[in-house]
DNA sequence: TCTTTTGCAGAATATTATTCTGTTTTGTTT
DNA sequence: AAACAAAACAGAATAATATTCTGCAAAAGA
């Protein structure tokens, strides 16, 4: 594999060139001017197409902003699960989720961004529920896959709700300040150090 | 103080009364649909007043949105203050900077949801340089603090650029999550775990 | 080749944000 | 208190934007 992309890999063939194309656009205008001053036109004009097509393919603009969300999301997602399958203990598992965590958001920091920003009008709009029905499928599958470990020799702080977000708030939070410009320094440099950091503050 | 007031505090008087009722029915509109499915006429409807009173006083959509936001990160950043005034050394400023966080997000629920949904929005707007000026402030002025501090007995990780994120980012992970209805318990019911956790997550 | 489906274009329409003009209320000065 | 100025407000008019609709073209299947 390449170069692997997103939307060739979600959106495959000839007939959905335009489809990818306008996605493509899109996502720039979205990060560029935001979500809200992102008009129709402005995707249309960068595109060379017409709303006819845009509407043809997406419905409205929701559904542009929901396609790529998903798109983002499911990669992420895969590409978490592929690193978390070579796993052998809770630190590790700790270890895959932080380093795969940092590793897509450096990858991929334009879609990270969009990520970032479009979470809220996504879970406002309408497919909501399609979003709810993902994160509760993938906290249960995490959550199993987690608790097949922990029988080990260390006490994990409770109860399991907090452990995702000491797991992942920091780094989280740090990918948001470099995508914004705040801090400088990629988060891949301090992969050691939130990966370590999280595994501390796990432990009782 | 009774009970205080956001609004009340940074726009009082009676001739601002309008004016702050705009804003509490925009918030819950906001809240409610999404900053961006909300219409100035659903606005007007919560509020029985016209157009020309809500652009009079705040200009536009975008003037509105900014009016709420920066009220919410002033209140927050004040009761920070209040709370970090207090500390003598640095694990006591880390547990002030959580418990403070954690409690503002429990007493105020409804201003913590349109402060995580209307940063991104805020930060593309015209008021961007505002806001960027604002974390600068902040930031400086938080690093100064702890700073002061860390001449202790304990090695903390390096570099600061982390640091807020290992201090902060769980518990912002996690109130995200509660006030999204994705886990139940309250906040403050883990004060203890995500200020401990942060303090072992930061020492070396 | 014929037929059906899918892709695409662009004018027409509907919705929403914003402006503008006039009126009323409030505060200030004399 | 009267006169003036400034701010608050109302609502019609306008502008910007999202969405629909109708027709045509390309592609796929029979």
Redesign the interface.
């Known amino acids: 594999m390449n170069k692997y992309n997103i939307l060739e890999n979600r959106f495959p063939g000839r007939r959905a060139a335009l489809k990818r194309e306008i996605l493509e656009q899109a996502l720039y205008c979205f990060n560029e ?5 992102t008009t129709i036109d402005a995707i249309k004009a960068r595109c060379d197409t017409s709303v006819g097509a845009i509407y043809h393919h997406f419905g409205n603009k929701e559904g542009i902003l929901s396609a790529l969300f998903f798109a983002a999301l499911d990669d992420q997602r895969q590409h978490l699960e592929q690193e978390l399958a070579g796993a052998n203990s809770l630190r590790e598992a700790v270890f895959c989720i932080i380093g795969s965590y940092l590793d897509w958001v450096v990858a991929n920091p334009e879609w990270a961004r969009f990520l ?2 479009a979470r ?2 996504v ?3 309408p497919f909501q529920e399609e979003l709810k029905d993902r ?1 509760i499928q993938n ?1 249960r599958k995490l959550k199993d896959q987690l608790l097949g470990f922990s029988k080990g020799d260390v006490k994990i ?3 399991f ?2 452990l ?3 797991i ?7 990918c948001r ?1 470099w995508l ?1 410009g ?4 990629s988060p891949q440099e ?1 992969r050691g ?2 990966a370590e ?2 595994w ?4 009782w």
Do not use: D
């Open positions: 001017l935001g979500v809200e001053a970032y920003q809220s009008p879970a406002k709009g994160n906290y702080v409770q109860p709700e907090i995702f977000s000491l992942i708030g920091p780094s989280e939070n740090y300040a914004s705040r801090v400088k320094g301090y150090e939130f950091s999280a501390r503050s796990l432990q």
